[in-house]
């Protein structure tokens, strides 16, 4: 435990990364809806290894099969069973360190928490788990937009230190898409391929920041005092690997301002309805949704995993010299992207349904 | 819903700023404790309002009363029912305003959310809520130290452009409250409350960061993968009244970095213990703690309520201006040091607990 | 832990019998619920002890006051803290027996499990601890039956080998509490009664099995596979001090049926509705409601307190005999009742307000 | 939802009876488990028809696989998915009765709840969704075992008015399986073996009583005040697909006794430990195993599948009549023994690990 999160759509994700496959149950789909399987397929995709020369050039097809919980193309409300077959995967490098750990990743940790592990390619630990995820958020997306009118875009904000200017109000999948790099602001994207591309050459690896705005929230969604929007979103983007920050509205932005600078003023809009003048909330107040766009930064470090010997020790706890063959990505923010929308979507799918059993 | 945390030490917290009282019920500390509740009572006493001239003057005694699940001063496994009674709370300046919206306060979204809401004193949004969970907090601290030798502290770090140094391997309470600011670098913590009685006077109000470490945390603690230690602490602060964004370990920095730079190497101490030579991870890696300093920053926007005039629109969504009386905090990082204590707290003793249930 | 029920309606309750006071917290109660606290009140009138010479003299006045999540008579969605003051208890007599167990009672149960123990009239394990559910259920109750007609009655079908026959149709509350045994059937009641008051002489107690119907439940509340409608109903039941058995629908007799006998035909009624001919399967199929009425039954065992010396061991596992003084209900049939009620409307509450969810 | 149950060790289960297949994910076993496939499986062969003359011909050879979560043989603490396949299932006869409501069975309810469900052989409704729960138990049942010392065994101990004698104390799985009726009281089982042959022939079905006893269960575990041992064993056991009632200890029996009958006095076995002189509270006193040997008795209802024509409603409320080709049980009670053992096992494990949580 706890591979669960939500309380009324539960998605619980199981599968190592090198074992026989991977997937997720999803407890609490409404029924009856039209399942889209493209358009899950298609944010899969845009997770996978491989898509670019910017990332690494593995290839995971990651073709999903359903197996229970859809009837005639429609949901049925039981849990919908998805999983994702591995295929190929090769262990031997990883056999020769299965007793060395690899420094910034779990491998010491999963063995301090559960006396064994399944070393091959990183198991459960294995950014490969958030395939699973992705699927279901693609579920929780398709929802969100058919019911609520939701819309959710995540962009490549920052990498290393090239930080791109977005328009959250315009940005949409397709402008995100355009560039390799998944940054909207295009010459800064160049420099980031570029950037990337050295980072390769030396062995390196970069960091970065995804951005994400979810538009077309209703005002009401939020469960305090615990449960609040801007909580359950911290906590799902810090469930990724790799992150290390979150953000919500102004963020740490927000501590360098004035009250009177920072505090969203109430107007109303053509339609009349209440909206605020400026959004240093990011959507969020008192931790419930007030219509206005939901927006989130998430920090991820540089990847673990590098192309040079680093010293560690091993599960004897002597010390050792670790130098893990193969290609790796230097920099995963472009494949982060639909993670964070993933993320977005499963905590907003969730508290729409609460706010739904709230109206009787 | 849901005003509940934590899986194992579960805590409810109930009540409003101006109604009868608050409290928490706490299920599942264990039990044959002995409660110091003196500590407790230093806790709360620490987040009250009226503790130096640079918060707000009112005063709240807060005195906790412990209503079940202690027995001859030891917890018997069941049910500890806190309550904090409210007194004398006047609500008379909130009523003239219960259908015009204060901004950045939660007065629209909980209309929006429940169709009505206490408006005395903020009702349930109030801060005053989170001296329920302090008292929980300083429950689940006791357990810690004793049994586990955890200790965690947090301080000032930040408020405005103002930034301190800290050594999180050195800072005590003690160090942390020798200024009222609660900032340990004394040099900056002067400039602060400097800063802090300027705004006062501008009418206007500041944000900032707390830092928080807590050391002394085995190796083994955290949930993969939705309750990853650092998923659980960013959910947990960022609960908290006004923050807005949540660090661990190298958190945003961390972006700018390289791998080579960001890898936390292992290697062993005097005593053959595994560690790290740095400690970028936060103490955690893989969503696991892997003994190191876990490392927090959580970033607090400026205070929305202002003495001074605010646009804003009624409850009918006719334009409005505000202007509440009284006198408030023109910063509440000083009370927000023992809030962050609290939530690491709380999740810590959920997952240390949790990993007790895993060793048959 | 647990003293929490219910996803949507959760119910913590706190306290022990000889505290300063038990209650419990409602958290989800939806918002603008206008609360009948006289009718809570009643209801908490008919659980508490000295209604009746048929039932223990002791005198528990059993007043309720609500600390938070009520204003202006309306409920706010957000906890609501019940809280029920103990008075006057009297814990000198079990003093003496305190490290003496009391057969078929929870003391040592309780020592097993948690180490130490509450001794003070039962403490946590103490029939007390059911008033905090009553008022949480009366909660429940005005919900189910103002928003969907539901409305449930319980009463006595058997007090040892004292059997009623019952129309489940056509009871109502008001008929059952027309004698003070609450059995409704009048001649089996009388029988009931004096069998009470004999076996009071004989300082010894009865046990019996409470019937309860809830009519009105529409079609579609349940959640297979685990949180079945007759599932929950009888793990509900089965959390009731003294509870050794429960039924849905035919029981026990069920099995004693030939399929073809037990089957419910499919019909409508005069409205077109779909209805069975007859109703073995007690309102509920594949754990879902079916529009029928949901009935049940409630074995209780005999009460354990006795006024009689018994054989038994002390906490250092020497033989004893213990003789407690005071005044004891030899039959709690009659106050029974309402906790049948009680725990019967929690569950369907909760099942109402899941089925809400799915419906956006 | 909702398809999980447990705290600790969650077990999920997912999947409908005629489509790709079903299954479970455990999710919080304990790590470092040597699991015994075979074991496994002998328990899911004790759940298929087709084992003897007296369960339906039907082969289905439930073969499991697993697909994450065990590593070299071991159990890593991630989750486990179990996969137990559909093959050859034929839907044809079904979907000719697609709009036509089995009367007794969950189409309507189902359509009720839904809007729409799985028609295919009683998709997620049917009791084939038991076979992974099997599984679950099975590694629960070798944990207990091994971890525990406790034993689980389940036995028919009624079919229709035919009732057998078995001895608790004594009774083993190989007992219990050396007849087909699973009977253990051979002269009993011969007639009821007899009767379920004459039930077939008249087209007819028949229900019965499961008796089930936990031997070495330590005192201690069980969640008061609802998670209370025999609460959940309650609703565990009535969560099972035609159970109508479920009994712990003297269950309905006990409400014909009196107090100084069914109290069961404390006294010491030979080797000092605490045990009762009777058993009547059936190794749980208020919601806590004593150490006692745990009894239970699940009711079941007689089968609702008959080869027989039934007056029933269609999904457009017009009347009809059904008759279902095929060949069914005519009693399940067999194949339900394991169902019964393996819902104790899963509710046993999780209040172990509960309690191991409690000790720090």
Redesign the interface.
Known sequence: ?????G??F?V?????SH?????C?I??C???VRLDLERIQAQLTRRRPGQSKLVTPRQEPDRL?I???V?EG?T??????V?IWNKDADSSKYERWKDT?R????D???D???????WRGG???SAR?TAARVAAGAIAEQLLEE??GVEIVGWVE?V??LSAEVDRDAITRDLVDAHPTRCPDLAVAEAMAELIQE?RVAR??????VGCVARGVP??????????A??????????L?A??????????S???????????????DDD?R?V?TTN???G????????MPITMRV????????A?A????TAS?D?AEILMKGRHDPCVLPRAVPLVETMAALVLIDL?????????
């Open positions: 435990m706890s591979s669960t999160m309380r009324l539960r619980t994700t199981w599968g190592e074992g026989k496959g991977l997937g149950t407890d609490g409404p029924p009856g099969e197996l229970s919980g009837f429609r049925t409300g039981t849990p919908i069973q999983v750990y420094p910034s990743h779990a010491y940790t999963y301090a928490k559960y006396g064994l592990r399944d198991g459960r630990a788990e019911r609520y920052q290393a230190h980072t390196d690896s970069l960091g970065g920041v005002a009401g969604w939020g469960e305090p005092v615990f449960d609040k801007e909580a359950l979103l911290a906590w799902a983007m810090m469930s690997p992150s290390k920050g979150v953000e919500v509205g102004s963020g740490f927000g501590a360098l301002m004035r009250g009177s600078e920072h505090n969203d003023l109430f107007t109303t009349g209440i605020t240093y909330s990011g969020i107040q008192g931790g419930i949704t007030n219509g920090a991820f470090k540089p990847v673990a995993t590098l040079r680093q010293a560690t020790v706890s010390p729409a349904l609460l706010q739904e059993a709230r109206r009787p």
